[in-house]
């Protein structure tokens, strides 16, 4: 199982280093991934022998600390992280405040005094002043000291665990000093009480007070700033969380009430408003609009969106009031599923990293060596203790675990991060650090360089009646190909008797007593029919099938899967990257080879589903570093089997699951966005490592004096220390320079900015048309006092501040137009909120959406409250056979059509269930043109799914002596002309001996 803790202690690389491997020294530990930047890990473990509070007793012997996340706090993850980090923020930023405030005076009477600086007290200078000034320098090294204990409690903690950080070269660098001033003191008083004051003065220059608290000020000033920064690279997750609303809008029994985001459940039904974010996942139930995804998806042009499409929380809602049905909470939503998958990336290691975290297993170490070598090499080759005591400080302090340990993880961090932003969700470091490796990328064709939707593009049959037949049998076939051919052609289906799959070849049955075969060539070779027509499809790319009846050639179709827009630009693309492409297709070898010329790219044809993983292995044994991209189930294994997985959002879940990175857009042209944004933080993770390796190999010879006897060069604790610190600052803000990354590909720019374009101009007019008019309104309100764009926004503001209603409002007209959503909103509460905004109501009137004459009966309907009400109703009375209804909440009335004769007592039965009490019913026209013929009855017939199914009801009822029937799969119904003696259970028995359920005969 896995888990995740957070790691309190941690402050650079080689604390990483050291609670990884006190980690895996625990038995049954099978991985563990320490992130030093989110200070966390999550520990891969054998939960047979091992458990989380041994995991924790293992990082506390290391000498840190750590808690499982779930126990350290309720509310969500990053939330808390990003909490804990202002906090840090906060009370770094008082430590290092406080500790300037004595560092300054410090560091100026130290300097001043040697250096002649004006403002110096008296009191401070002469040789019969030194006790005074090295007393008053210990006091104002103390605070300092004090205030960032947190080193020298952590460092010395540490080194007693044998387990040295950057802490320890901190507290010894700093101890150091501080003890040897202590000594330098005592010496002091030592000579000064016996009147020696020229011995004194010696030792008076040997105070390193100032040293001392300068090292631990100018560290803390850099972690300051590098915390700063390191907060700054979650901005994209934080950015991500904030499209969330708090509050949404709940429909509970007619009634809106607002509730937090986290009490929504599956099946709540949420309003949401023009201009409102949508709070959830879920299904529109009632209204229309257009949903700006962008925030989502990256893709600029809103999408239409009525009732029964899917929409996604935290998506804007641009106009028109909608309902929706949730149908994932809040932490079960795409957004949670995005933020979670960019910080699971952004704590996720790299290979590259694997390098850093050798060295900084090692490097603590090796510095404390070098100092203390530094230290007896100089008083070896005759150097007073005072200068060899100083170089091995500044070894000490300049050597920075830190950048090295941050190189990798703030690259990563803020990689993924702007990935997401620009519609890429790449689910882990090793897949972004690969995806820059890629060398050949392989492409399934259906629904990825293709459409996935073939056309019918050629038609040839000798006549229209073989042409029935052909399609009669392709009616029975759920393939892709025979669906485009029945969509394509309007003709009567013929009665099909029996029908048959050939696999990779066609199909073939008997219609109307007729052999009838449709498929490839080799059905027809298989069967020795004679093709006669000579085209050769095959070469234009597109897909012939040919038909046959009773052995004899009839005709042939040719289908085409049109080429994704984009296709051929990503793959020249591709091409100028010194990538190669490869395209895998069932198709056969003349059609795949016509799609790959148009695409300049090699090929497979005639691939078996089965075959796709084995050919990316191929590829990988032949060293290519292989990228997959597919959208279907028989993709999966071969998206898992390649170095890097893509597929699409609007591909299915396996296939998603088993993909590295998905493209949210759906376009193809993200794929050279991906490889591109891949290898920028490659190359920045790179700089970051060169740049901490560069800059320790450079600045610790300089510090040790390596080139003091050549050239003088040696370096002050103060500096080394200062430079250690900007260090990692200059580390974490090179790694922000990602934020900035942008797609360079010019013709994607044009083609965006017109797709902007084309979709502004699109809207505009849209936007000057109101949603609601004096046709589809509820209440019309005139109003007099409107004079101006001002006033008319004015009225539209007041009365859309009304619970329950939309309005649109009318300028010319001096009208206002309602949809009101509840019985709730009275004509007195409308006429106080015009009157309010500062005009005046004439009128309210109920607009009568329906007019009687087109009706065949008006009912009265009696306990609608809401839309809600007015929904159930409708929805009941449709739920009739043979009804058609509109109902109409504030009239009180649901208007009927019929298409037979319903009875009475059926109509109020369906309003009783649904909850509410139908009164009167007004019979506005006659139904005697309802009638039947005494030889014609309906069935109502339960179970058919496919055409299929209505060619098997088909036959079974013609079949009958004296029947003739017409089964309609829309209706599930089948009319039947009698032309004999048949009884209704003679009917019903073929139905049921077909496999399906007779509901009622009429």
């Known amino acids: 199982m896995k888990e995740k803790f957070d790691v309190m202690g941690m402050t650079c690389a080689s604390c990483q280093a050291h609670v990884d491997k006190s980690v895996r020294k625990v038995d049954g530990v099978k991985d563990c991934n320490v992130n030093l930047l989110s200070e966390n890990m999550e520990v891969e473990f054998d939960e047979t022998k091992t458990n989380p509070q041994e995991i924790i007793a293992a990082v506390q012997k290391g000498g840190y600390d750590a808690k499982l996340q779930q126990e350290t706090t309720q509310e969500n993850t990053i939330v808390s992280t990003n909490k804990r980090k202002d906090e840090d923020l906060k009370k770094r930023k008082q430590e290092l405040i406080a500790s300037f405030i004595f560092t300054i005076p410090l560091f100026y009477l130290s300097m001043g005094s040697m250096m002649n600086w004006p403002g110096i007290p008296s009191i401070f200078l002469g040789h019969h002043n030194m006790m005074i000034f090295a007393l008053t320098e210990l006091l104002l090294c103390l605070p300092v000291l004090f205030i960032n204990g947190h080193y020298f409690k952590g460092g010395f903690k540490s080194l007693f665990h044998l387990a040295p950080n950057m802490d320890s070269l901190i507290a010894i660098g700093s101890g150091a000093s501080v003890v040897y001033s202590l000594y330098a003191m005592y010496m002091m008083a030592f000579y000064m009480g016996r009147g020696q004051l020229d011995l004194a003065h010696q030792f008076h220059m040997d105070l390193y007070f100032e040293s001392a608290a300068m090292i631990v000020t100018l560290i803390s000033l850099g972690k300051y700033f590098e915390a700063r920064s390191k907060k700054r690279t979650s901005d994209a997750i934080n950015s991500l969380m904030e499209l969330a609303p708090d509050q949404a809008t709940v429909l509970e029994n007619g009634v809106e009430k607002i509730v937090g985001i986290n009490d929504i459940q599956v099946g709540d039904l949420v309003v949401v408003k023009s201009g409102e974010s949508i709070a959830v996942d879920g299904k529109i139930v009632e209204g229309s609009t257009s949903v700006d995804e962008s925030m989502i998806t990256g893709e600029s042009i809103p999408v239409d969106k009525t009732v029964g499409d899917l929409v996604i929380g935290s998506t804007t809602n641009q106009n028109g009031r909608i309902v929706v049905e949730t149908m994932k909470t809040n932490a079960q939503s795409t957004l949670s599923q995005i933020i979670a998958l960019v910080e699971e990336a952004g704590n996720s290691k790299a290979p590259i990293a694997r390098l850093a975290d050798v060295i900084s297993g090692y490097f603590v170490p090796a510095v404390i060596g070098i100092a203390l070598v530094t230290l007896l090499a100089w008083l070896i080759l005759g150097q007073s203790f005072h200068f060899a005591l100083t170089m091995a400080i500044s070894v000490l302090v300049i050597s920075c675990p830190c950048a090295l340990g941050l190189a990798t993880p703030t690259a990563i961090m803020v990689g993924t991060g702007r990935a997401a932003k620009m519609g890429l969700l790449i689910k882990n470091a090793e897949a972004l650090e690969t995806a820059s490796k890629i060398n050949m990328m392989v492409f399934d064709k259906t629904g990825t360089l293709t459409r996935g939707t073939p056309e019918v593009t050629d038609a040839m049959f000798k006549n229209e009646e073989d042409k029935a037949y052909a399609i009669s049998l392709e009616a029975m076939s759920s393939h892709p190909l025979a669906k485009a051919i029945v969509n394509a052609q309007d003709v009567a289906l013929k009665n099909v008797i029996s029908y048959e799959e050939i696999a990779g070849e066609g199909i073939k049955g008997i219609v109307d007593h007729k052999q009838v075969l449709a498929g490839n060539k080799k059905l027809m070779d298989h069967f020795h029919i004679m093709i006669e027509n000579d085209v050769d499809y095959a070469s234009e790319g597109k897909t012939p099938l040919y038909f046959a009846i009773d052995n004899q050639y009839v005709g042939v179709m040719a289908l085409q899967d049109e080429i994704k827009p984009g296709a051929k630009e990503l793959i020249a693309d591709l091409h100028q990257r010194g990538i190669k492409t490869m395209m895998l297709t069932g198709d056969n070898e003349r059609t795949a080879k016509a799609i790959a010329s148009q695409l300049d790219m090699d090929y497979r044809a005639e691939v078996l589903p089965q075959d796709k993983e084995r050919i ?104 080394g220390s200062f430079a250690m610190s900007f260090s990692s600052v200059f580390v974490v803000s090179n790694a922000l320079r990602l934020r900035f990354f942008k797609d360079k590909h010019p013709h994607h720019e044009a083609v965006e900015e017109n797709q902007k374009h084309e979709a502004t101009m699109s809207l505009k007019p849209e936007s000057k048309q109101p949603t609601i008019t004096k046709t589809n309104c509820d209440k019309i309100v005139k109003i007099e006092g409107m004079m101006c764009d001002h006033c008319q926004q004015h009225v539209a503001e007041a009365l859309n501040a009304i619970k329950n209603v939309e309005a649109e409002v009318n300028l010319e007209a001096g009208e206002a137009y309602l949809e009101v959503f509840s019985n709730d909103v009275t004509d007195a509460s409308i006429q106080e909120a015009v009157e309010k905004a500062g005009y005046k109501v004439t009128d309210i009137i109920v607009h009568k959406k329906y007019q009687e004459k087109d009706y065949d009966l008006v009912v009265e309907v009696n306990g609608m409250f809401c839309k809600n009400c007015e929904n159930h109703v409708r929805q009941a009375l449709n739920d009739i056979d043979g009804v058609s209804a509109d109902v109409a909440l504030f009239e009180g009335k649901a208007y009927i059509k019929c298409e037979k004769e319903v009875s009475y007592e059926l109509i109020k039965e369906a309003i009783a269930k649904a909850g509410y009490q139908a009164g009167e019913i007004k019979e506005v026209r006659k139904m005697l043109h309802l009638g039947k013929k005494k030889n014609e009855k309906t069935m109502d017939i339960e179970g058919m799914m496919c055409e299929h199914c209505v060619a098997r009801v088909s036959q079974a009822l013609n079949d009958i002596d004296g029947v003739e029937a017409t089964v309609s799969l829309d209706h599930h119904q089948a009319n039947v002309k009698l032309t004999g003696n048949v009884s209704d259970e003679a009917l019903t028995q073929a139905v049921v001996d077909a496999g399906y359920k007779v509901k009622g005969i009429h």
């Open 616 to 719: 990316v292995h191929e590829l990988q044994d032949e060293g290519y570093k292989v990228g997959m991209i597919g959208d279907g189930i028989n993709d999966a294994p071969a998206l898992t089997r390649a170095d890097v997985g893509v597929s699409f959002t609007s591909g299915l879940d396996i296939a998603i699951e088993s993909a590295d990175l998905v493209l949210m857009k759906n376009d193809l042209h993200d794929l050279v966005v991906a490889f591109d944004l891949s290898k920028a933080t490659i190359k920045n993770i790179k700089e970051n490592l060169f740049w901490a390796l560069f800059y320790n190999a450079i600045c610790i010879p300089v510090a040790a004096g390596l080139f003091y006897p050549s050239f003088g060069w040696k370096l002050s604790p103060m500096l």
